[in-house]
């Protein structure tokens, strides 16, 4: 083996492969392993942005989730409620039979809007969050 590489076994739900097969041989990527090593690029360098992200924020967070999951939708309205200094609206389109977008306007302090990210993100039934900063106040 390579120098410097270190070799992983992960389990991951069929259905959740079989989409990435599909994006990564649509995208053109070789091997698995490459493709999995860019997702993983990119998953560090939006939290890295998130970390570094300081002051007032004016944001949306994009929340995808399967309201099938029991007390998930629950969830989201609770911490909705227990952050509301920091959230001006929010809109919810049921997607499918199964998946719900929620999207989550946000005003306030980044320290802030990080513990809801973490919060909402940590969620079980929750399959991505994004966080869209539109404007940053100086
Ligand atoms: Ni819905």
Known sequence: MEEGITRIGVSLPK??????DR???TRGYS????????AIRT???????LESEKG??????????????KGVSDLLIDLQHDF???ITSSTHIHLNE????EMILVKGKMERIKVLVDKIS???????????SAVKKV
Do not use: P
Request: charged share 25%; with cysteine.
């Open 122 to 132: 940590a969620a079980r039934g929750v399959m991505n969050v994004k966080l869209i």
């Open 56 to 69: 007032e924020v004016v944001g949306v967070l994009v929340v995808l989730y399967d309201h099938h999951v």
């Open 84 to 86: 509301h200094e920091i």
């Open 15 to 20: 259905n959740l492969l079989d989409e990435f």
């Open 31 to 38: 091997s698995r392993s490459e493709a999995i090593r860019d």
């Open 23 to 25: 994006i990564i041989s």
């Open 98 to 101: 199964d998946q719900c977008l």
């Open 43 to 49: 998953y560090i360098t939006e939290y890295r942005w």
